[in-house]
């Protein structure tokens, strides 16, 4: 059975810093692709940040770019967010998907093309 697992959300400053994990089961990240979405209260989902199966290449969306940074551990099979210079705006539930297939499928600056989600971990940003 296909799992994902969102965990290290919380409360932090503004300025502050956050690890989140996306523990995969049921299938290896040697094969796909991992995306990271965020949808904040009133607001549609959004993709933050993407990492490809085949040659670990990376997207961020212009809203995170040089301020968060996603890596993967295949043989824990993994995948990390580090939030660094957090915003009241990057509050929200984080959660992680698989793509389809190996790469990521990146349209006008947004993520498609996921079939599994995880539940989300919800991540505050406030002084």
């Known amino acids: 059975q296909v799992q994902l697992v969102e965990s290290g959300g919380g409360l932090v400053q503004p300025g502050g810093s956050l690890r989140l994990s996306c523990a995969a089961s049921?299938?290896?990240?040697?094969?796909?692709?991992i995306g990271w979405f965020r949808q904040a209260p009133g607001k549609e989902r959004e993709g933050v940040s993407c990492?490809?199966?085949?040659?670990?290449?990376?997207w961020y969306s212009d809203s995170v770019k040089g301020r968060f940074t996603i890596s993967r551990d295949n043989a824990k099979n993994t995948v990390y967010l580090q939030m660094n210079s957090l915003k009241p705006e990057d509050t929200a539930v984080y959660y992680c998907?698989?793509?389809?297939?190996?790469?990521?499928?990146?349209?006008?600056?947004?993520?498609?093309?996921?079939?599994?989600w995880g539940k989300g971990t919800p991540v505050t940003v406030s002084s």
């Open positions: 998907a698989r793509d389809r297939a190996h790469s990521c499928w990146v349209v006008d600056g947004q993520l498609y093309g996921m079939d599994h």
């Open positions: 049921g299938f290896s990240l040697d094969y796909y692709a």
């Open positions: 990492i490809s199966s085949t040659d670990g290449s990376t």
